[in-house]
């Protein structure tokens, strides 16, 4: 008798402990379930009407932004001095490693439309929710940014008053991380903007040709202007020269630092630095992957195009920011307003004005155009469940999503209203590069697992399915030999295709390699003058996690690959996507500690908002 009470005791104790470890298994197959790809029997051939040239110009369009007009000053005047031109080269070799790995996403799946669908289609919920959390992040505030940047020329173009007027009334109030004055003009954009989406309206095609028109006339001119007007004397600046703009200058506005002076004013840091912030001017090039569905011939067009917009957008700001610095001492750019204020300072007054004007223009439909992308992630997300299911409502006549465009618009306000240009460049910066840096981990991992060829099927059913991120394989069936079969299986597969073991080997190895690749970053970002000067810790410590890092990426080269064949496969792996995630993570550790503070905020509030759904649900 007293053996079945102490028996049923037991049971009962355990009993609690068995529902949380189901409940834990229930979470985590959760997090990894993803979207379930089903052929559908559709007879309408596809449509093809974008070709590679089209594609090239659609890219360039969504490129080429506030970042050419705008942030180009500040850099240069702060950051970078003429040597801004090697923030942009660094900027864009970043932008071509990201843009090989979404090319490869692209044109697998290339219907998906976004690197959310394809990680929930590939790797599963968890990475779909992050992914698509900071591509919110970046979408709001590169609305806000553009939002700001308007203004700020708009402002500068009527004489700063509307500055004047709201830094002497709010300045002593605002708190030092955020904006010298709350931006009203900002924020009232952004809110016009908002109510014209709920209302239905669709993005012009016509009203886009003929903004991208204007921004290249412009572009050309501001070139052209500079090679006639510049000064090869203004890359190699000295103290005397600064000393005599000091005693000289009638300027409204005070002179930058000095730094070194000639072309590098601010070391090697300031051209990082610069890259960092310049990296958020070739956002908009991965739009181009949302296309391929009507791209004849994706697995062709698709990295040939990005390739293509990546280039001739560093062009065009290689040109503008060589063609600023040359016409202008970099301590005299005026930052809120470069270009206009450079044709002044040349004795071009006349041309100032055209210029501003055309700017004015295009920023006006950068902004009308910068904010669509953004209710679409949100419906998607809420439809899905892993957001509240009532943003995804819909107006029943427009059929726009009213609570995903009023939600985000509001958002993108408040960005525009509290933030400064530079925090929003940084903001958008960092959530771009952690994107582009999950795409090409996504990109290494997948290539490794078995059977994930994901372009077998045409179209993607809406409803969601319990799978696995690794599949079962047969083989992994048999029991192990031990130890030493494990070890020799990192160096000799014993398939020559993916089995689960290979597949979790890739898996924990990619991981790691991330892990080895942040801290480089972090020592190059912290300490740059003590690593290449030789210390003897730090340099012992680099070569330590450079031998670790190529013996972790020798196992995951050695296993085998998926052989199913893919529209276009990224060279060298897994060597390129680590150096893409590399140059990311390195260029995401020169953003400023606060914005690290912010973005750290966002994360946070996503998980609580998601961890909200599920207690409600």
């Known amino acids: 008798m007293a053996l079945c009470l102490v028996s049923s005791a037991d049971h009962s104790s355990s009993t609690p402990s068995r529902m949380r470890c189901q409940e834990l298994r229930q979470f985590g197959q959760k997090l990894v379930r993803r979207r379930l790809l089903e052929p559908t029997n559709d007879s309408k051939s596809p449509t093809a009407p974008l070709n590679t040239l089209k594609l090239v110009a659609f890219g360039v369009a969504s490129t080429l932004g506030a970042g050419v007009y705008i942030l180009v000053g500040e850099v240069a005047m702060f950051i970078a001095g003429p040597a801004i031109i090697i923030s942009f080269l660094v ?54 940014s553009v939002a700001r940047a308007w203004s700020i020329a708009f402002d500068s173009l009527i ?41 239905g309206v669709r993005e012009s095609v016509l009203v886009g040709k003929i903004s991208t028109g204007i921004n290249l006339l412009v572009l050309s001119f501001i070139i052209l202007s500079g090679f006639i007007k510049g000064d090869l004397h203004n890359w190699k600046l000295t103290e005397q020269d600064y000393t005599l703009n000091t005693s000289e200058s009638s300027d409204i506005y005070s002179l930058g630092p000095l730094g070194s002076g000639g072309f590098v004013p601010f070391n090697y840091d300031g051209i990082l630095h610069g ?19 009507e791209a004849p011939n994706p697995h062709r067009s698709i990295p040939i ?59 006006l439909y950068r902004l009308q155009s910068s904010l669509f992308p953004v209710p679409q992630v949100i419906q998607e997300m809420a439809e899905d469940g892993l957001l509240f299911r009532g943003l995804a409502r819909t107006h029943a006549r427009t059929k726009t999503p009213i609570m995903a465009t009023v939600s985000s618009g509001i958002l993108a306000g408040i960005m525009a209203l509290l933030f400064e240009f530079s925090n929003l ?50 083989l992994d069936s048999e029991p192990e030999a031990g130890s030493s079969k494990t070890l020799k299986s990192l160096w000799l597969p014993v398939s020559t295709t993916p089995t689960q073991k290979s597949a979790q080997i890739v898996y924990g190895c990619a991981f790691l390699l991330v892990l080895l690749l942040t801290i480089p970053s972090l020592i190059l970002a912290q300490w740059p003058s003590q690593v290449f000067s030789g210390d003897p810790v730090l340099t012992t410590v680099a070569v330590l996690l450079l031998l670790l890092t190529t013996g ?3 196992i995951i080269w050695r296993q085998p690959q998926d052989p199913s064949p893919l529209p276009f496969r990224v060279p060298a792996l897994p060597l390129l996507p ?40």
């Open 425 to 474: 460049v940084d903001l958008m910066s960092i959530g771009h590069l952690l994107v582009y840096s999950l795409v090409a981990f996504f990109v290494l991992v997948l290539r490794y697992q078995p059977d994930c060829n994901l372009s077998k099927n045409e179209k993607i059913e809406d409803k969601i399915q319990m799978m696995p991120l690794v599949k079962e394989n047969p």
């Open 305 to 363: 195009s990005i390739m293509s917009t990546v280039f001739i957008c560093f062009l065009a700001y290689f040109g503008v920011s060589a063609t600023l610095t040359l016409m202008v001492p970099y301590y005299q750019i005026q930052p809120d307003s470069p270009f206009p204020q450079a044709f002044l300072h040349v004795g071009w007054g006349p041309a100032r004005y055209v210029v501003a004007v055309g700017i004015l223009c295009f920023l």
């Open 552 to 554: 972790v990426m020798i």
């Open 91 to 144: 900027a864009a070799v970043s932008s071509v490693l990201s843009g090989l790995c979404y090319a490869e996403f692209g044109t697998q799946v290339s219907w998906t439309g976004s690197a959310y669908l394809y990680s929930y289609i590939s790797m599963g919920e968890l990475w779909a929710f992050i992914t698509a959390w900071n591509l919110i992040l970046s979408y709001v505030i590169g609305t806000g």
């Open 159 to 199: 004489g700063n008053h509307i500055f004047q007027a709201l830094e002497g009334t709010f300045s002593p109030y605002m708190p030092y991380y955020l904006a010298k004055y709350p931006d009203f003009l900002a924020l009232s954009l952004v809110l016009l903007l908002t109510g014209v989406l709920v209302l």
């Open 578 to 617: 680590l150096v893409s995630i590399f140059v990311n993570i390195y260029l995401m550790m020169q953003i400023t500690s606060g914005t690290w503070a912010i973005f750290g905020i966002w994360n946070v509030v996503g998980k609580w908002l998601s961890g909200i759904k599920g207690l409600l649900e």
């Open 275 to 293: 890259a960092a912030l310049c990296f958020y001017s070739f956002v908009g090039f991965d739009d181009i992957v949302t296309k391929g569905e």
